[in-house]
Structures are given as C-alpha cells and as structure tokens.
C-alpha cells in the first residue's frame, strides 16, 4: 500500500468515526491534517501494546486508538442531535 493509499485509507477512517466528509484536499482543517500526521507516523508501531512482560511471554493490547488521536477527533466530531 502507497503512502498515498494509507492517507485516503485514515482520512476515510476519520470521516467515519467522526460523522463528517471531508476530502483531500488544501481545505482540511488544521487538526484533521494533525491527526492524518499522527496516524501517519504511527503506522506499522506496536502503538496499541498496553502491557508486556518477560517470564511468560504475555502482550496486552488496548482496543482502541491512543488517547491523543482520541481528544484530537473529538474536536471535529459531528454533534448528534437526539
């Protein structure tokens, strides 16, 4: 996968989870740009590895994204009118 794939592969991740529908292009919004970057170098990283130890080999993992990309979709999410 290109470099170019993965980012329209996270930018269509981040229009799903946040409700919006944004395109690539010079318009993004400064944080969505953040969190494309962020997701960017944290590609291929054991980044959701929450615990491990050494006697028997044991790897937790978190379920979710880390806290930081979390907090940064927040501010564009799209609020839901119930």
Do not use: C
């Amino acid at each position: 996968m290109t470099e170019s794939e993965k980012r329209a592969a996270y930018l269509e991740w981040i229009n799903h989870k946040t409700g919006q529908n944004y395109v690539d292009d010079d318009s993004l919004p400064a944080v969505v740009e953040l969190i494309l970057e962020k997701l960017m170098e944290m590609d291929g990283q054991d980044v959701n590895v929450k615990s491990e130890s050494q006697g028997g080999r044991s790897v937790t993992f978190a379920e979710d994204m880390p806290g930081q990309i979390k907090e940064l979709m927040n501010s564009v999410r799209k609020v839901k009118w119930t």
